[in-house]
């Protein structure tokens, strides 16, 4: 069984038992998290599709770790006039370890 969400603007498919990076969510390390904003869900051979979610469906999960991704360096340039600017970014994200999928009645 799979369900697809939507959490920080993207959309993830997930499994119970799988780990996925997400936008940063304001929980601490070790806390469960229920994210409903379930689209899609696929089971066997039959597929429920939201009308944008599907009601009553949601997923518990863990959060495993909170950090941020390697260093992405932005350097601007523009020739001929000395303009040079140089600035790194490391964006946060949330790990999630999902436990459990909680289907509609």
Known sequence: MFVVVETGGKQYKLS????VRVEKLQA???????LDKVLLVGKD????????YVEGAKVIAEVVKQDK??????????RKKHYRRKYGHRQPYTQLSVKEIVLPQ
């Not at 601490?28 to 229920?34: A, K, L, S």
């Not at 051979?45 to 944008?52: A, F, K, R, S």
Request: glycine share 10%; aromatic share 10%; charged share 25%.
């Open 28 to 34: 601490n390390v070790g806390d469960e998290v229920v």
């Open 69 to 78: 991704y390697p260093k992405v360096i932005v350097f601007k340039f523009k």
């Open 16 to 19: 119970v038992g799988s780990t």
């Open 45 to 52: 051979d039959e597929v429920l599709i939201g009308q944008p």
